[in-house]
């Protein structure tokens, strides 16, 4: 057994601002994991979680883990194993992606087969992040110029309130009329009830599809007055990281949004797909700042999944990997064993 790191810069077309702040230019990780002839690819993104904010962090996280041993033992075991030690699910995916992808490897089989799962069918989410109202028509014919997409996600919860979120919504509409989108929104805990309460209803009102994490983490129990008479299915992303958190509000919304960079990587997805379907929630699965590497893995479970957003390496000038194409709108990994990611030669450390 053998395992390499590589330090990458993703270098983006747009930086993509939320309700917490912007995120440009970062560095991931990615990891090789070779044995018996067959090579593995993982990929992790920093996070504020479980200090894992570095390259360098994770590294370390990810050496200490694997100084314990792995072999022989079953990716549930070692995803059980690294939530006790308390190494950072950021940290943790790059390895839990690169054994799903080697195991598949070895089986000869593309990873959605040695899952069971079909293949991606769904058309997934392009991602608008926030930007002034006098941005949006430019933006727009920017991300769907000789695309395929029929579906986007608008980024709301401005720090300058909702009437800001109003004027570049009602942008979004007028520039995206020709092209007959989905129209989804990802508040990421941006509002207070009351703004919640009142803009789920403006955007039912205007067409839009679902509202992700409308409430910020930590305000939850909010949701009961959201719940019994939403206009709009309503999901959570940041309330949810684990399997364990799905049935903590199960009875006030109506799906998940699972990331392989929040949770751990696909052992844990699984989990959570499965809690999800025991409390009849709905699915998506979203990401990060990624490359194609960790977008494939991902996508090798999307046939399961209800609702797509697997499209930030699009946004990537250049993605340092391969593996994966928008085709008819859906992000589809390349059909050949394992997920089909892998980081192209010239970034190899």
């Given at each position: 057994?053998r395992?390499?790191?590589?330090?990458?810069?993703?270098?983006?077309?747009?930086?993509?601002?939320?309700?917490?702040?912007?995120?440009?230019?970062?560095?991931?990780?990615?990891?090789?994991?070779?044995?018996?002839?067959?090579?593995?690819?993982?990929?992790?993104?920093?996070?504020?979680?479980?200090?894992?904010?570095?390259?360098?962090?994770?590294?370390?996280?990810?050496?200490?883990?694997?100084?314990?041993?792995?072999?022989?033992?079953?990716?549930?075991?070692?995803?059980?194993?690294?939530?006790?030690?308390?190494?950072?699910?950021?940290?943790?995916?790059?390895?839990?992606?690169?054994?799903?992808?080697?195991?598949?490897?070895?089986?000869?089989?593309?990873?959605?087969?040695?899952?069971?799962?079909?293949?991606?069918?769904i058309?997934?989410?392009?991602?608008?992040?926030?930007?002034?109202?006098?941005?949006?028509?430019?933006?727009?014919?920017?991300?769907?110029?000789?695309?395929?997409?029929?579906?986007l996600?608008?980024?709301?919860?401005s720090?300058?309130?909702?009437?800001?979120?109003?004027?570049?919504?009602?942008?979004?509409?007028?520039?995206?009329?020709k092209?007959?989108?989905?129209i989804?929104?990802?508040?990421?805990?941006?509002?207070?009830?009351?703004d919640?309460i009142?803009?789920?209803?403006?955007?039912?009102?205007?067409?839009?599809?679902?509202?992700?994490?409308?409430?910020?983490?930590?305000?939850e129990?909010e949701?009961?007055?959201?719940?019994?008479?939403?206009?709009?299915?309503?999901?959570?992303?940041?309330?949810?990281?684990?399997?364990?958190?799905?049935?903590?509000?199960?009875?006030?919304?109506?799906?998940?949004?699972?990331?392989?960079?929040?949770?751990?990587?696909?052992?844990?997805?699984?989990?959570?797909?499965?809690?999800?379907q025991?409390?009849?929630?709905?699915?998506?699965?979203?990401?990060?700042?990624?490359?194609?590497?960790?977008?494939?893995?991902?996508?090798?479970?999307?046939?399961g999944?209800?609702?797509?957003?697997?499209?930030?390496?699009?946004?990537?000038?250049p993605?340092?990997?391969?593996?994966?194409?928008?085709?008819?709108?859906?992000?589809?990994?390349d059909?050949?064993?394992?997920?089909?990611?892998?980081?192209?030669?010239?970034?190899?450390?």
């Open positions: 057994m395992v390499k790191f590589h330090k990458v810069l993703l270098k983006k077309r747009f930086p993509l601002v939320i309700s917490r702040g912007a995120r440009g230019d970062s560095y991931n990780l990615f990891l090789s994991y070779e044995k018996d002839g067959f090579v593995g690819w993982g990929e992790a993104a920093p996070s504020k979680n479980g200090k894992a904010e570095t390259v360098e962090e994770m590294q370390d996280q990810l050496n200490t883990f694997l100084k314990q041993g792995i072999e022989s033992c079953n990716t549930e075991f070692l995803n059980q194993k690294a939530r006790k030690m308390g190494i950072s699910p950021s940290a943790y995916v790059a390895l839990d992606i690169a054994l799903w992808d080697w195991k598949a490897k070895k089986a000869q089989l593309p990873l959605n087969q040695l899952l069971q799962l079909p293949r991606p069918f058309p997934t989410s392009l991602t608008l992040g926030i930007i002034p109202a006098d941005q949006v028509k430019e933006r727009i014919r920017l991300m769907l110029e000789n695309s395929s997409a029929k579906a996600k608008i980024k709301l919860g720090q300058q309130g909702i009437e800001a979120d109003q004027q570049m919504f009602a942008k979004v509409l007028e520039s995206t009329e092209f007959q989108l989905k989804r929104v990802d508040a990421n805990g941006g509002w207070s009830t009351q919640a009142y803009m789920i209803k403006w955007l039912a009102d205007r067409g839009v599809e679902y509202i992700e994490q409308p409430l910020e983490q930590g305000q129990s949701l009961r007055y959201l719940y019994p008479k939403r206009p709009l299915p309503i999901y959570l992303d940041e309330s949810c990281r684990y399997a364990d958190d799905v049935g903590k509000w199960a009875d006030h919304i109506d799906g998940v949004n699972m990331k392989l960079m929040k949770c751990g990587g696909i052992t844990e997805a699984l989990l959570i797909i499965q809690k999800a025991k409390y009849k929630l709905k699915t998506m699965i979203g990401c990060m700042s990624e490359s194609s590497v960790s977008i494939a893995a991902a996508a090798a479970l999307s046939g999944i209800d609702h797509i957003d697997l499209d930030s390496h699009y946004n990537l000038l993605d340092p990997a391969t593996g994966v194409q928008l085709i008819d709108g859906v992000t589809l990994p059909f050949v064993p394992g997920h089909g990611g892998i980081l192209k030669p010239q970034y190899h450390a």
